[in-house]
């Protein structure tokens, strides 16, 4: 048994590099307090700069960010110095911070992976930027930490991991403070800055919990956290009250939320089937689909998750997925870009037409409207781009859909010769190679598309991604 009592709140924030396209992050500083969960006190911190392996990581830009140059860390630790004492830190305890579950977190298994060593462990997480979201609303605006600071009269933010650490406890100490007083109060009391809607969520809620069930939406965005359920008369300064029970896989990583979900495939010579069958399996094309029947909703990762995902929908229940005939290649297959696995990511750039752009424009409305309301703050990123130099000719990236398992080498899609008559298509290959992809999808080609629309955010940026299916290339 472990003889360190782990109940103290991990509240901590990595500084890292920012990284070029293609390269990964790089921590250059590491800091964190202890925090009682009663009592919300500091009871210990700790705080190091660390050196990369590679200063040349360290950009301008990077500076400009965090202020951390290369003479400021030409010094200190490696990280695998310091990974004892971080591991020590983290391990076994709850972990607090702002945005931690998409940046922080992700960064502190990366740096543990590259010196080969296994990751410490949280027994639950609170995301501050979710939870202060979700519960106090965006009256504070933007909804970063130095916005919220700001709001407070708490200072500038100074990006330097102890500073904003502590900025940060002291930031959900004064939201709670601001949500108790409002729990008490009249309506006719409140102030005016507080809408309608979010007092009367408010009041829903502390309802709710009082009545020990808990109608707090996990978004999309984080990962649930462990927690206390049925409380009887909730107290925003324990920390039990902001917590929300955790997810039973605690190591699902953020790039695997992203993946796509892989079909099984039957393996066959010759596939032939009709060109023309009239629900081209499950697929709607732009024309038979109705803008107003668009809807983006959230819905469980898995059943009995309480983990939500986006998902686009066309009426009330079916998925909305694509087929998209005759379009035009204008720039050939990409894989410049490596996931967490070293598998490149392939996607192509093809032209679209009057009807299937403005499909895809009332997708992005719909799905970023979700996306802000369920607490992200994550830049969108429209499916639908103009071409530099070209005027009203927009264009969208399609996705090829890597394999989760198998060879790591091929990708989950089959392609389809069209017949010359245009009445027939033939298998001609199922779990290509990127080498296979590149001979076919080149610029100019011609190709049926059948596609699925993924919403997605991480790191900060968000949107609807288009993923091919399936592909059938025109003579």
Same mark, same amino acid.
């Given at each position: 048994?472990?003889?360190?009592?782990?109940?103290?709140?991990?509240?901590?924030?990595?500084?890292?590099?920012?990284?070029?396209?293609?390269?990964?992050?790089?921590?250059?500083?590491?800091?964190?307090?202890?925090?009682?969960?009663?009592?919300?006190?500091?009871? $210990?911190?700790?705080?190091?700069?660390?050196?990369?392996?590679?200063?040349?990581?360290?950009?301008?830009?990077?500076?400009?960010?965090?202020?951390?140059?290369?003479?400021?860390?030409? @010094?200190?630790?490696?990280?695998?110095?310091?990974?004892? %004492? !971080?591991?020590?830190? =983290?391990?076994? $305890?709850?972990?607090?911070?702002?945005?931690?579950?998409?940046?922080?977190?992700? $960064?502190?298994?990366?740096?543990?992976?590259?010196?080969?060593?296994?990751?410490?462990?949280?027994?639950?997480?609170?995301?501050?930027?979710?939870?202060?979201?979700?519960?106090?609303?965006?009256?504070?605006?933007?909804?970063?930490?130095?916005?919220?600071?700001?709001?407070?009269?708490?200072?500038?933010?100074?990006?330097?991991?102890?500073?904003?650490?502590?900025?940060?406890?002291?930031?959900?100490?004064?939201?709670?403070?601001? &949500?108790? &007083?409002?729990?008490?109060?009249?309506?006719?009391?409140?102030?005016?800055? !507080?809408?309608?809607?979010?007092?009367?969520?408010?009041?829903?809620?502390?309802?709710?919990?009082?009545?020990?069930?808990?109608?707090? !939406?996990?978004?999309?965005? #984080?990962?649930?956290?462990?927690?206390?359920? #049925?409380?009887?008369?909730?107290?925003?300064?324990?920390?039990?009250?902001?917590? *929300?029970?955790?997810?039973?896989?605690?190591?699902?990583?953020?790039?695997?939320?992203?993946?796509?979900?892989?079909?099984?495939?039957?393996?066959?010579?010759?596939?032939?089937?009709?060109?023309? %069958?009239?629900?081209?399996?499950?697929? =709607?094309?732009?024309?038979?689909?109705?803008?107003? *029947?668009? /809807?983006?909703?959230? !819905?469980?990762?898995?059943?009995?998750?309480? @983990?939500?995902?986006?998902?686009?929908?066309?009426?009330?229940?079916?998925?909305?997925?694509?087929?998209?005939?005759?379009?035009?290649?204008?720039?050939?297959?990409?894989?410049?870009?490596?996931?967490?696995?070293?598998? /490149?990511?392939?996607?192509?750039?093809?032209?679209?037409?009057?009807?299937?752009?403005?499909?895809?424009?009332?997708?992005?409305?719909?799905?970023?409207?979700?996306?802000?309301?369920?607490?992200?703050? #994550?830049?969108?990123?429209?499916?639908?781009?103009?071409?530099?130099?070209?005027?009203?000719?927009?264009?969208?990236?399609?996705?090829?859909?890597?394999?989760?398992?198998?060879?790591?080498? $091929?990708?989950?899609?089959?392609?389809?010769?069209?017949?010359?008559?245009?009445?027939?298509?033939?298998?001609?290959?199922?779990?290509?190679?990127?080498?296979?992809?590149?001979?076919?999808?080149?610029?100019?080609?011609?190709?049926?598309?059948?596609?699925?629309?993924?919403?997605?955010?991480?790191?900060?940026?968000?949107?609807?991604?288009?993923?091919?299916?399936?592909?059938?290339?025109?003579?």
């Amino acid at each position: 048994m472990d003889p360190v009592d782990r109940s103290e709140i991990a509240f901590f924030d990595v500084e890292t590099t920012v990284p070029k396209r293609g390269e990964r992050f790089a921590i250059l500083e590491f800091g964190s307090i202890l925090v009682c969960p009663k009592k919300l006190t500091e009871l $210990r911190s700790y705080t190091t700069l660390v050196q990369p392996a590679d200063l040349s990581l360290i950009s301008t830009l990077s500076v400009r960010c965090n202020g951390i140059s290369r003479n400021d860390v030409v @010094l200190a630790p490696l990280f695998s110095d310091i990974a004892d %004492t !971080v591991y020590d830190i =983290l391990h076994g $305890r709850i972990w607090a911070g702002h945005n931690i579950l998409r940046f922080d977190c992700a $960064r502190i298994r990366e740096a543990f992976a590259e010196i080969g060593r296994q990751p410490p462990e949280p027994k639950g997480a609170i995301d501050s930027l979710a939870l202060l979201t979700q519960r106090f609303g965006r009256r504070a605006g933007d909804m970063k930490m130095a916005t919220l600071a700001s709001y407070f009269g708490l200072g500038k933010q100074t990006h330097r991991s102890l500073d904003d650490v502590r900025m940060n406890l002291e930031v959900l100490k004064y939201c709670a403070t601001v &949500l108790f &007083l409002e729990s008490s109060l009249p309506d006719e009391l409140l102030d005016e800055s !507080v809408s309608p809607s979010e007092t009367t969520s408010l009041r829903r809620h502390l309802r709710a919990s009082s009545s020990g069930v808990d109608n707090t !939406v996990i978004t999309p965005f #984080s990962l649930p956290s462990i927690g206390e359920n #049925s409380v009887a008369q909730p107290d925003p300064f324990n920390m039990s009250f902001l917590r *929300n029970e955790m997810a039973s896989d605690n190591n699902l990583q953020l790039d695997t939320l992203m993946e796509e979900e892989e079909e099984e495939t039957q393996p066959s010579d010759t596939v032939v089937v009709s060109a023309n %069958t009239s629900d081209h399996e499950g697929f =709607l094309s732009p024309d038979a689909i109705s803008l107003s *029947n668009i /809807r983006a909703v959230l !819905v469980p990762f898995y059943h009995g998750s309480q @983990l939500m995902r986006l998902k686009l929908l066309h009426g009330n229940s079916s998925p909305l997925q694509l087929y998209c005939s005759g379009l035009k290649i204008r720039f050939g297959i990409s894989g410049k870009f490596l996931d967490n696995s070293g598998r /490149r990511r392939l996607n192509f750039v093809v032209d679209l037409n009057p009807r299937l752009c403005s499909i895809l424009e009332g997708c992005d409305s719909n799905a970023q409207k979700v996306s802000v309301d369920s607490g992200s703050s #994550s830049d969108w990123n429209t499916v639908v781009s103009p071409v530099k130099g070209f005027v009203n000719c927009p264009n969208a990236r399609i996705h090829i859909p890597t394999e989760i398992s198998g060879d790591a080498a $091929r990708y989950a899609i089959e392609v389809h010769q069209r017949e010359s008559g245009g009445d027939t298509q033939k298998l001609i290959f199922s779990n290509p190679s990127a080498e296979e992809l590149e001979s076919l999808l080149k610029q100019g080609s011609v190709v049926d598309a059948f596609l699925s629309l993924e919403p997605y955010d991480y790191q900060q940026k968000a949107g609807v991604r288009l993923v091919a299916k399936k592909l059938v290339m025109h003579s």
